[in-house]
């Protein structure tokens, strides 16, 4: 059982370069979802989908793209990286998006720009 | 005002005993509320929700809502090691612009021998 696969669990990226972060389920979710998660810091939103096709942005949205072609896949696109970007990217999904539904999350994506 | 506070800990007991996980809420529209576990290095699991007030037990743990006092927590019987974690403490909000999950910044429980 799969589940939630993001890669690369790592990475070290310069400041100005550019990279996806990939993102893929198996569940046959329809709700996805991008969060950072800085040290001693909550989750923090960056963009979420409810379906391929569709996207919002979420509370950070800023220097991030994604897109949903398909409904397994979700990828996060870092354009310019800063050091502020430095942080655990986290890809969840979920079944619906109502208020009883739960987030599985991936094993998360650590990202250093230097 | 920050929407989900959580005292960031460490709290510490020792095994055996009754951790007490406190969370509150500003916005009054929150309808349902989770507890997540993160262990150090690791994604964070669903413990329970709660989205009633009163108590919900679920083994070991009992999630507490208080709607009129906007508080929410998690009391964690007989305490183990493995216990040993952040709990983070989420709200699911009602918005016009939405749904939201809002996290907290997550408090640090741990358990000594």
């Known amino acids: 059982n799969a589940g939630v696969t993001q890669t690369p669990k790592f990475r070290i990226l310069k400041i100005g370069q550019s990279m996806t972060l990939q993102c893929a389920q198996d569940m046959n979710h329809n709700y996805m979802y991008w969060y950072r998660q800085d040290p001693g810091m909550g989750l923090k939103l960056i963009y979420y989908?409810?379906?391929?096709?569709?996207?919002d942005k979420g509370e950070v949205p800023n220097g991030y793209n994604v897109s949903r072609s398909t409904t397994e896949d979700f990828p996060l696109r870092l354009e310019l990286a800063a050091p502020s970007q430095t942080s655990v990217y986290f890809c969840?999904?979920?079944?619906?998006?109502?208020?009883?539904?739960?987030?599985?999350f991936g094993e998360g994506s650590r990202l250093t720009v230097l | 005002q920050k929407e989900v506070e959580q005292n960031s800990g460490p709290l510490s007991v020792p095994e055996g005993a009754i951790a007490s996980l406190n969370c509150t809420y500003s916005d009054r529209g929150s309808q349902s509320f989770f507890w997540y576990r993160q262990y150090s290095g690791k994604s964070p699991e669903l413990i329970m929700f709660i989205y009633s007030n009163g108590d919900k037990e679920d083994g070991r743990f009992t999630a507490q809502l208080n709607k009129a006092s906007q508080y929410v927590s998690l009391l964690i019987r007989d305490s183990q090691p493995s216990d040993s974690a952040t709990y983070l403490c989420?709200?699911?909000?009602?918005?016009?612009?939405?749904?939201?999950?809002?996290f907290g910044t997550g408090t640090q429980l741990k358990v000594e021998l």
């Open positions: 989420a709200a699911y909000i009602l918005t016009g612009g939405g749904n939201k999950l809002t």
């Open positions: 969840a999904s979920s079944s619906g998006g109502g208020p009883t539904g739960e987030l599985f």
């Open positions: 989908s409810v379906g391929a096709g569709i996207t």
